[in-house]
């Protein structure tokens, strides 16, 4: 692998392990703000989901600066938002205050998730654009663990101690924003957007010096040629019903299976099944590993054995596992540590499957004009739905108990199942513009 594009690939991916610290830290702090503004059932839930809210305005909105600002530009924007709201976060003393750093995070999180893999997808080689793309998952669920051990060490520090867990991401939004200096703009957007073609062509040279810079800009402008009109216009026309299916279905079934509701209130249902307080937290720092060690697996599948693949396994596994958490609770069999023991298969069957697909699979299926369109409906599709269940889930698991709850995402995955069985394409080793060949009618 090339060891420009691979450099680039991991500093744009660094916006994803802000993305996971975001999203995770606030398991270990959410108790702590509770108690500290004196909320109810409502505001609690409220709080802990603010960030999700911004989220999917964040992924709604993320491919409008992606167009016309450029994905690095609007890269750089979303490192200033991580710094900003950590800092705001932890120095907040309004509950008010509080929500508005926690949904600026949200915001970045959500517009990182449409502009990093498609920038990576738009400057990566066809043979490793999965393993490329997967990185900014692989930094996704590294971040994750990170905020579950960060929060596991600094929790009992004080009583103050939750303003440190969100604190700390100062750090690395530091260092993400320094890296986004020293990467080049996407050459499709230099080319599609600004006919900036000699840039773009010396910047597919370095990406992969084996390739024919020259043979990728004509297949790059040829496959602009067939769109006609304004991409916005066009989007939600007959010509792209399939990438478009394609993309909310994957993001629907990825939410469906409940992994949010599992990292958000990881310590939470833990404690359901009779853990105490340290052994909670400390069995969430667990599944922050499961999730890291079999991303990492992933990595090095995706692009030998393909999306799908990978995808047909995790299905599978992911029945299982969730019918066992379901029939656990519903026997209240909590024997020892056997719901977490089924809750780190299930994490390491989704971390092999979905985890590492979803952002690879949404940033290839759609053509070059509409990429940063079709990048940001499947964000949103997938972040809206991470909301709605990261708001609801204490109610839920409140109302109808473990049981039903962990029965519904396990009916999903059946439902996922038949999806990748009877309607997701293969695209791995094949170029953009051939897999818009084979997607689009």
Known sequence: MNKKVFLWSIVVALGGFLFGFDTAVISGAERAIQDYWSLNVFEHGFTVSIALFGTVIGALLGGIPSDKLGRKKTLIWIA????????????????????????????????????????ISEIAPAKSRGRLVALFQFNIVFGILIAFLSNYLIGGAGPDDWRWMLGVEALPAIGFLAGMFVVPESPRWLILRRGRVEEAKATLQAANPEADAEQTVREILSSAEVNTGK?????FSKRYSKPITLAVLMAFFNQLSGINAIIYYAPRIFEMTGLGTES??????????????????????IDRFGRRTLMLIGSFGLIVTLGLVSLAFFNQSFEGYTVPIYLFVYIAFFAFSQGAVIWVFISEIFPNQVRAYGQALGSFTHWILAAVIAFIFPYIAETLGGGITFLIFCFMMVLQLLFVWRMMPETKETSLEEIEKEVVH
């Open 80 to 119: 200033v938002f991580y710094f900003i709201s950590a800092v705001g976060s932890a120095l907040a003393t309004g509950w008010y205050a509080f929500l508005f750093f926690r949904f600026l995070g949200g915001l970045g999180v959500g517009a990182s998730s449409v502009a990093a893999p498609m920038y």
């Open 231 to 235: 991409p916005a216009d066009a989007f």
């Open 280 to 301: 909670a937290l400390l069995s969430s720092a667990g599944v922050g590993l499961v999730n890291f060690l079999f991303t990492l697996l992933a990595l090095n599948f």
